[in-house]
């Protein structure tokens, strides 16, 4: 079984940034498709990035392009999440997810391995 640990969440304030990291276990990590998803209080679960097994090529929502950036080192079976100029919006749990090769995709349901998820908490 895959198991994926994030770590790197916080209370940060407007402007600040973050970088919140995902372990794999377990798996063959160089063969995932690797996404970042989020929800905020009261709200569905949204796509926020993701980042292919080969390539690589990143995806982002709209959102968030320019100020976050997904990647991934295969050796530290971890991929990160840099998250700049951080707005109240931002606020969240944070989780990364795993999809077998594939392609980039924003759908959750394509995802077959989740995180416990990181809370990011942005003071204005």
């Known amino acids: 079984q895959v198991q994926l640990v994030e770590a790197g969440g916080g209370l940060v304030q407007a402007g600040d940034s973050l970088t919140l990291s995902c372990a794999a276990s377990?798996?063959?990590?160089?063969?995932?498709?690797m996404g970042w998803f989020r929800q905020a209080p009261g709200k569905e679960r949204e796509f926020v990035a993701a980042v292919s097994w080969i390539g690589p090529t990143t995806y982002y929502t709209d959102s968030v392009k320019g100020r976050f950036t997904i990647s991934r080192d295969n050796a530290k079976n971890t991929v990160f999440l840099q998250m700049n100029s951080l707005k109240s919006e931002d606020t969240a749990v944070y989780y990364c997810a795993a999809k077998i090769r594939g392609s980039l995709t924003p759908l959750g349901r394509e995802y077959v391995y989740w995180g416990q998820g990181t809370q990011v908490t942005v003071s204005s």
């Open positions: 377990g798996g063959t990590f160089s063969r995932y498709t």
